[in-house]
């Protein structure tokens, strides 16, 4: 799945921008769910159906400053698990949830380090790992369904 991901922390309450949410839903949430309809089909006639969906990490812990993207996120994380209990039997659901992997272009070495810091393996992540993750999935996790699977180095039990 593509997303979109404004930078400059300026996605608040205060300065609500329709038409960038308008984006950001189309784009993180809207643009998911069609893929997945127009998927189940084909889907259904395989013997064994996968949908990975590419979630993100901070769906937990809501970043203020990216209120329309956090929220587009924790959509899709809705929308796997609402998918996974409809698709079952035939097709599983799943998502992988990202933390730092790539750092918006206008980050700073001082806030991409900051942020590194706050990761307990105190490195970024690479789509490699992303790209694992969803490996296994489809080629060893075929009893795993409705899950997301968080690729944060440890972020999250901060």
């Not at 893929?35 to 064994?48: F, G, I, Q, T, V």
């Not at 969906?53 to 899709?76: E, I, M, Q």
């Not at 080629?139 to 999250?156: A, H, K, P, V």
Request: one cysteine or more; glycine letters at 10%; hydrophobic letters at 40%.
């Amino acid at each position: 799945n593509a997303s979109i991901f404004p930078g400059g922390g300026v996605d608040t309450l205060e300065n609500f921008d329709p038409s960038l949410w308008g984006k950001m839903l189309r784009l993180n949430l809207l643009a998911p769910t069609a893929l997945c309809h127009y998927a189940e089909e084909p889907l259904l006639e395989s013997p064994d159906g996968l949908i990975v969906n590419l979630c993100d990490a901070s769906v937990d812990r809501p970043w203020t400053g990216h209120l329309g993207y956090s929220v587009s996120k924790a959509g899709l994380v809705c929308l796997t698990k609402a998918l996974a209990r409809g698709l079952a039997p035939k097709i599983r659901v799943n998502g992988v949830a990202p933390g730092i992997a790539e750092f918006p272009e206008d980050y700073s070495e001082v806030t991409r380090q900051k942020l590194i810091q706050q990761v307990p393996l105190k490195r970024a992540g690479s789509a490699e790992d992303m790209a694992s993750a969803v490996r296994f999935l489809a080629c060893e996790g075929r009893y795993i369904t409705g899950q997301i699977i968080y690729i944060d180095g440890g972020r999250s039990i901060n």
